[in-house]
């Protein structure tokens, strides 16, 4: 019952650096999502995907990329990290994509760039 | 602008309190609500979809007004295990879009 996965947990990074956010769901869901979340901010969307195969840029998508290879995972990468991208980021999957069904949300990955 | 706007708080109340958020959103074609709950340093976890004739899950009553596009959560006999950060959150097809989280302390 493994639900949402985010590998790893906490990372720090030097400003330049690249790196990849690992996302994993065992629940078969359509729909995965990306977001960060800064103090007084709230969530932002960062990517979504409805399918393996297809994704879509959210509210903050600069300096990330996507990939959806399988229904399962859905990587997160910095190009060249920056000290604004210092956040905690989240990974979210639902059952369907359309919006009706609520996300479920991996248990977050703490990025700290120097 | 943002699109879900909800008042940040904090919300100090006392046990056994009854207490009410609201949230109000921008885009008037969004198709569904949810409220989450967020422990300190915590993943959001769902707390209760919002429905358009409200809804009622023990303590907790939500309610959807679409004409002055806002939805509500209502806590009724306030716990100390209830303290947390509440995010109402909007979604319109494929993009969903969250508040930036009123907080809750519940007092002894």
């Known amino acids: 019952n493994a639900g949402v996965t985010q590998t790893p947990k906490f990372q720090v990074l030097k400003t330049g650096q690249s790196m990849t956010l690992q996302c994993a769901q065992d629940?078969?869901?359509?729909?995965m999502s990306w977001y960060r979340q800064d103090p007084g901010m709230g969530l932002r969307l960062i990517h979504y995907s409805v399918g393996a195969g297809i994704t879509d840029q959210g509210e903050v998508p600069n300096g990330y990329n996507v990939s959806r290879s399988t229904t399962e995972d859905f990587p997160l990468r910095l190009l060249s990290a920056a000290p604004s991208q210092t956040s905690v980021y989240f990974c979210a999957s639902s059952y369907s994509a359309g919006g009706y069904q609520p996300q479920h949300f991996g248990d977050g990955t703490r990025l700290s760039i120097l | 602008r943002k699109e879900v706007e909800q008042d940040p708080g904090p919300f100090n109340v006392p046990e056994g309190a009854t207490v009410a958020f609201n949230c109000t959103y921008s885009n008037s074609a969004s198709q569904s609500f949810f409220w989450y709950r967020q422990d300190c340093r915590k993943e959001p976890k769902l707390l209760m979809s919002?429905?358009?004739s409200g809804n009622e899950d023990g303590r907790f009553t939500a309610q959807l007004n679409r004409a002055s596009q806002y939805i509500s959560l209502l806590i009724r006999d306030s716990k100390l295990s209830d303290s947390a950060t509440y995010l109402c959150?909007?979604?319109?097809?494929?993009?969903?879009?969250f508040g930036a989280g009123t907080r809750l302390t519940v007092k002894p």
């Open positions: 959150g909007e979604s319109n097809n494929n993009d969903m879009r």
């Open positions: 919002v429905y358009s």
């Open positions: 629940m078969n869901h359509e729909y």
